[in-house]
Every structure is written in C-alpha cells, then in structure tokens.
C-alpha cells in the first residue's frame, strides 16, 4: 500500500522508556500518554458476544417505531440482518464507541454508540448467559430526531488502542509490530495492515491510518459516479475529508446506497455552487436509474424509512426530488412504449 510507510514512520515516532520492556506496558501508562483505553473493556465484551452462535436479534418494533430502518437497508441489501450485525460488531475497535451507562437497566446490559458516522450508530444488547440477544441496531436518535455528529478533528499523530486479528511481524527485540486489522464502516470492511505497538492484549496505532482509507475509498466513488456514470464536473464539489460527513448508509454500491452518498455530499457541501454541483448529481443520478415501478416503491419506501431518522435540513425537500425524478424516467419510457403501440 502506498501509505504503508508513512504509517511505519508515525508509528515509530512514538517513544516510551517501556518500549522494550513489554511486560511493563500497561493501559495506565497509555492513558498518562493521552491515549484512550476507557472502551477497551467493553469493547472486547461486545466483540466476544457477537461470535456466539446462539445469540438472537430482538426482531420487534420498539414504541417509537424507528428501529427498523438499518435492518430494512440490511436486507435490501441482499444480506441476512443478525448474520451482518454479528459481523459488524465482532469488527468494533474501543476507539469507535462511547458507553451509555444510563441506558442499561440491568447488569448484563451493554449499550454503546459508534461515533463514527454522520449519526451515530446505537447498540444495545443483554448479554445474559443463554439469553444472549441483540436488542438495538439503529441510528441514535431522540423522539425521532437524529443528531448529526459534530466533525472530529484531530492531529495526524493520534494513537489509539485496537484488537488485532493477527500479527504479520515484528522488529526482533522491540516492540514494534505490523499486524492484520478487519476494518469496517457500514457495509465495507476491510483487511488492513497496521503499524504499532503492543500493550497486554491489544496494539496502539495510528488512526488516521485506518480512517484515511474509507474516505479515499468514499472520495473515489463519488468521483467515479461523477466522471463516469454522470459525466460532470467533480472539481465543483468538496471532498469528504472526516468519517462524521458519511452515514451508515453510504459505504455500499448498490442504488440506496449511491443515493445515500450524494445526499451526503451534497450535504458536506459548504458553499452555494459546489451545492448546486452536488444537487444536480443526486438529481442526475436519480434520472439515469432504469427501475420498475416495484422497484421504485421499494426504493421511495426505504428512503422514506432512513430519513424519518434525520436533522438534515431541508430533508423533505430533497427526498421529494428524489421521488419526482425516479418517476420521470419510468413515465417517459412507459409514454413511449404506449405511442408505440
């Protein structure tokens, strides 16, 4: 990887007198450090419920009625909903989420929210020995209204702990390490290879290092539906450059998740022009889909399911553009066909 250097060179900048003396490295000595080793614990307790085979999904729509909206997407997708969030969360890395204590009633509760999203993904399950169940897979959200995320910014140089799937080496006699790491947001996961250090049973790393790929990868789509499946200008519009500009949605390629990732954009965009670039790709977009009415009744549907979790502004505006342009190019074909015959 092209970047892989550039993350050995950070990796080695970090200098603790420890370094060598590995059974002197302790989670204390990280956090004097200013790295954060708060969600390790509950991280590892949530990576290790989603491996069990007879853990469940609570299927049933909570009173508010919004908590049905990634399973919808999920499936949509073509994938099996309890099978992916297993997956999902076996991949959580302690630096993803917060805790929210004061939303577990009971003990064997666990609730988190991974923060690195546009909104933030809540989790909740009972972890209750034999009644391991997933109760909660949603975008957070309060009576309804989501609250974007605001932007994370931080230094090039910000190590943070991780589980690593395997180690790939390590400098003889040091404690420097290159080990594998299963990356994932939404639906795109993806195997990495990081360097770091080690400290008892995890490795510190830098982070930019895994956040940078998914906005090259996010970036990269956007530019390819502009230049190659819409034919305009890209350089009108502002990149994404924080994983707090992309939604859970928006890592996919299949139609939704296009959609999702315009929307997002178009969202991202911090001037009148480069809005107007981006609104007319959404727009542009929507009118080159070749879809049935069923099709489109599924897609109108799971639109108007997604984005009953939002505070984008003015999102009743650009759904119902996105609507009015499904159906124009499904009714100018249907006139088409009917002067044809």
Not at 38 to 59: G, T
Not at 217 to 239: A, H, M, P, Q, R
Not at 271 to 281: E, V
Not at 322 to 340: P, T
Request: proline letters at 1%; charged letters at 25%; glycine letters at 4%.
């Amino acid at each position: 990887m092209g970047w892989g250097g550039e993350i050995k060179r950070d990796a080695v900048r970090i200098r603790f007198k420890e370094d060598n003396q590995m059974a002197d490295m302790t989670y204390e000595l990280l956090e004097s450090k200013g790295i954060d080793t708060s969600m390790i614990k509950i991280c590892r307790r949530i990576r290790n419920l989603a491996k069990l085979d007879r853990i469940v999904l609570d299927n049933s729509t909570h009173r508010s009625g919004l908590n049905q909206h990634l399973f919808d997407y999920i499936e949509y997708c073509g994938l099996d909903t309890l099978a992916f969030i297993k997956k999902y969360l076996s991949n959580l890395q302690p630096y993803m989420i917060e805790r929210r204590k004061d939303q577990e009633p009971y003990q064997s509760f666990v609730c988190v929210i991974d923060n690195l999203y546009r909104v933030s993904i809540y989790i909740k399950a009972d972890t209750a020995q034999f009644e391991e169940i997933i109760i909660s897979f949603h975008e957070d959200n309060k009576r309804g209204i989501a609250k974007s995320n605001k932007i994370q910014l931080y230094s090039n140089n910000q190590y943070v702990p991780i589980f690593a799937d395997s180690i790939l080496s390590r400098a003889e006699n040091e404690n420097k390490y290159v080990v594998k790491v299963i990356a994932q947001r939404g639906l795109m996961e993806l195997p990495l290879e990081v360097a770091g250090f080690k400290c008892k049973d995890i490795f510190v790393v830098n982070r930019r290092a895994i956040d940078t790929l998914f906005i090259s990868y996010c970036n990269d789509y956007i530019k390819e539906l502009y230049t190659s499946d819409l034919n305009l200008d890209y350089d009108k519009i502002e990149v994404f450059s924080v994983l707090q500009q992309l939604s859970f949605t928006s890592y996919g390629r299949d139609t939704f998740s296009s959609i999702s990732i315009l929307v997002d954009s178009l969202c991202a965009q911090p001037d009148y022009i480069s809005k107007q670039a981006a609104d007319f790709a959404l727009v542009t977009f929507v009118q080159s889909l070749k879809l049935t009415a069923e099709q489109q009744n599924e897609l109108k549907n799971l639109l108007d399911t997604k984005y009953m979790v939002s505070d984008i502004r003015r999102i009743d505006i650009i759904l119902q553009r996105i609507k009015d342009n499904l159906a124009l190019n499904y009714n100018l074909e249907e006139k088409s066909g009917m002067e044809r015959f």
